[in-house]
Every structure is written in C-alpha cells, then in structure tokens.
C-alpha cells in the first residue's frame, strides 16, 4: 500500500497525512470533494502572432471557461531545431489539423522530487482540453512569446516559465522554487492526439528540481497529486498498459526511456545534461 499523500482539500491535508494513499490499490480516482486549491488564475500574454493560413474554426463552448482563456495565450512557434520562427496562441498550437500541417511549439516539463526522493505526480484535471484526467509529472505547460520567456540562453525564459507554472498550477511560493534551482537536462521532440481536434506537437524541455515545498493546487489544473517512490510509479505505469488509468504521452515517453536511470543519479544529474541534442520521440 502506498503511504504518499494524495491530494485532498486544503482543510483535511493534516488529517490526510495519516492515510494510506490508495492508488495502485483499489482505485487511482480521488475520492469526491477531494480537490485543491481555489480560484481562477488566467495568465497574461503577449507576442507577435505570425503570418498563417486560415486557421480552423472550433467550436469551444461546451469546453470549461477557464481553460477556454487559456487559448488565447500565445506560444513560441519554432522549427525542428527549436529555432523560433513566430508565435501563435494555444488554441491554434493544439489542433489537429494545424499540427498535421506541421506547427510546433516549445513546451517544457517539470520532474520535482522532495528531499526523500519521491516523485511528485499530478493528475490532470476533468477541465483540461488535452489528455483530461490523465496522470503525469509534476507541471507540464508551454512558454510565452514575452521577453522574459524567450530568453533562450542557458534554457533561462523556459526555467522562468516553469516558475510561474508550478505556481499557477500547483500553488507552490515562487520563492521556493526559483529559475537557478531548476536543472534543465536535454530535450525531448513529440507529437500526441488527445481526442479528434486536439493535440500535442512539442520540443518539450526536461526539467528537474529536488525540493521539499509548499502546495495548494488550483482544481481547475489538477484532479489530485500524490508523491510516489520508483516502485509506486511502476505499478501505475503497468495499470496504464492495462488501460486502467490513463497517463499523458509524454510522461510515457520519458518514463520509458530515460526517467529511471536519472532518479538513480538524483545528486549526479551533471552526467545527463545535454543541451544540444534534441531527442526525437
């Protein structure tokens, strides 16, 4: 039985400590009223929306407001050699049809262990447009097209969006997760269907951190969270292969490849830094 603690209303997280976390075990499901956190946050964008073809209409309304105000962000647009080209908004970064035409985005993904070198896991909300209900790692989301995350040099616009993400996200103090502490180790090229419109088509950057913090999640983002152990984390990825959860396509990937062998070197990661080969996935 797992003995992490899963992710339960703000109120009842003492008492939760206590409890075993059941996933693995009976059901990976939260049980109802178990969300984090509260509020709408909405991020603020900018950039220069480059030049394109008529971009498919979508019909967004029966979709969750929030993560409609999301689409409108704009994403860095980049070529098969992580060169920025443009920026676009989410919305149209996400679509089949303008991924099937090739349209690429810079992403990033964040792996954050406590100092027990447990994996912290989130499952993607109900909410979410792409791969709902989903688990992954810690914080999984995209730059902006804004200066202060496009500054390309030593990965810093990236690390810097990844500050801002676990903090939207996850609800962790900006101060206790700063760009200096996160280890950006290579890249990672991906594309993914979630359903028939939308999609995944990244250069996603692999991050790591190894710090004990603070969380409240907003539930907008995040269904539920639990840190796991390397084991813990095996049986859930042999419940996916059994279609008994569902995990995001890029944490498969990396889980597959090279995750295991960078938590064995937790306090070695200098090693595993590449930051010139793109790995295609």
Request: hydrophobic share 40%; net charge neutral.
């Amino acid at each position: 039985m797992w003995r992490t603690g899963c992710g339960l209303a703000a109120a009842a997280r003492e008492a939760a400590r206590s409890h075993a976390c059941l996933w693995g075990v009976r059901s990976l499901l939260p049980p109802a009223g178990s969300l984090l956190g509260s509020g709408a946050r909405a991020d603020g964008t900018a950039g220069r929306k480059i030049s394109t073809a008529a971009m498919p209409e979508v019909n967004t309304d029966k979709l969750d407001e929030q993560q409609v105000q999301l689409l409108s962000e704009m994403c860095i647009l980049i070529d098969e050699n992580d060169k920025k080209i443009g920026s676009d908004t989410k919305k149209n970064c996400h679509l089949n049809e303008n991924i099937d035409k090739g349209l690429l985005h810079r992403a990033f993904s964040v792996f954050l262990f406590n100092t027990e070198d447990k994996l912290l896991l989130q499952q993607r909300s109900d909410a979410k447009i792409t791969f709902p209900d989903c688990f992954t790692n810690t914080c999984c989301s995209h730059p902006l097209s804004t200066p202060l995350e496009l500054e390309e040099n030593n990965a810093l616009g990236i690390r810097r969006a990844a500050q801002r993400r676990l903090k939207a996200e996850l609800g962790i103090p900006m101060e206790q997760v700063t760009p200096e502490e996160l280890t950006f180790l290579t890249r990672i090229h991906y594309k993914a269907r979630s359903d028939g419109i939308w999609g995944e088509h990244e250069i996603d950057y692999i991050l790591f951190v190894q710090k004990n913090v603070t969380l409240n999640p907003d539930p907008n983002e995040i269904k539920s969270y639990c840190y796991v152990t390397q084991e813990e984390l095996k049986l859930l990825l042999e419940k996916a292969l059994k279609n008994e959860i569902k995990v995001t396509p890029w944490f498969k990937l990396i889980a597959e490849t090279f995750l295991f062998k960078w938590w064995d070197n937790l306090h070695n990661l200098n090693r595993f830094v590449d930051h010139e080969k793109i790995h295609r996935m």
